[in-house]
């Protein structure tokens, strides 16, 4: 979406190859790309407002469940900032 010219044809030849196909350049090619777009810090804002929706609609639904804090720890745990 954020790519033109090219570029746009570019992602769109790696995309549209089988995941074994892929090399390892072409890999980066995409990741360094969406880091240069801000598409890596836009999916991890959503992250956090849908980890923190998760939360206020888990403690609104369950709110006396056993052992809540694993739970909470768990939508942490999966919505975390990882290293690309």
């Keep these: 979406k954020n790519t033109k010219g090219e570029e746009h044809k570019k992602v769109l030849d790696i995309m549209s190859?089988?995941?074994p196909e892929k090399t390892a350049?072409?890999?980066q090619y995409?990741?360094?790309l969406m880091k240069n777009h801000g598409s890596i810090e836009f999916?991890?804002?959503k992250?956090?407002?849908f980890a923190n929706?998760?939360?206020h609609n888990f403690n609104k639904?369950?709110?006396d469940i056993p052992n809540?804090?694993?739970f909470k720890a768990a939508i942490d745990f999966f919505t975390m900032k990882r290293k690309v």
């Design 17 to 19: 190859k089988y995941r």
């Design 25 to 27: 350049e072409e890999v």
């Design 30 to 32: 995409i990741i360094d």
């Design 43 to 45: 999916a991890e804002n």
């Design 47 to 49: 992250a956090k407002e």
């Design 53 to 55: 929706l998760a939360k």
């Design 61 to 63: 639904h369950f709110p």
């Design 68 to 70: 809540k804090e694993v």
